[in-house]
């Protein structure tokens, strides 16, 4: 399985992304002022970033505790590899999965619960547990975070 072509990026854009990462809602004229480029600029390699798909979107990292989210588990998952395309469509639709992943090792998949209590985590495990094809399953509650990061290391 290959990768897709890294985008090429220049110092300019590898800038801008460090700082949107940082902080999304700083203002244009901040950026350009930090990078010495023209707001107008700013807002054209945006848009370039964000149409080529190196930008995916903008949105607020909620505190999941803060809401109420307070039980996470991260499963792991065996299934008949001929089922494996129906198998990702039915998990990726399962409400408290925030995160399925294609994996080698132990695992065929692992995925990222997170629910309010024990008995929305068990629901939602037995969900999981009775999709057609996946053949066991094992269940890592987690006790504490110790680093969860969404910003990405730009070379």
């Not at 809602?25 to 107008?40: F, H, L, M, Q, V």
């Not at 469509?89 to 309010?116: D, F, P, Q």
């Amino acid at each position: 399985m290959s990768s897709p072509p890294a985008e090429e990026l220049d110092e300019i854009d590898k800038k801008l992304l460090k700082i949107l990462q940082q902080d999304a809602k700083t203002p244009y004229a901040k950026i350009s002022d930090e990078i010495g480029i023209s707001e107008a600029t700013v807002h054209l390699r945006i848009k370039r970033l964000l149409k080529s798909g190196v930008i995916l979107g903008f949105q607020a990292i909620v505190n999941p505790k803060k809401v109420g989210i307070n039980y996470m588990a991260l499963t792991g998952l065996n299934i008949k590899p001929s089922e494996s395309t129906k198998i990702l469509e039915r998990l990726s639709k399962v409400e408290n999965v925030y995160e399925v992943y294609v994996t080698a090792g132990r695992y065929n998949i692992v995925a990222k619960v997170r629910a309010k209590d024990s008995s929305e985590l068990l629901d939602t495990l037995k969900v999981i547990e009775r999709i057609p094809g996946i053949t066991s399953m094992d269940v890592m509650l987690v006790l504490s975070t110790i680093k969860e990061e969404t910003r990405i290391r730009i070379p």
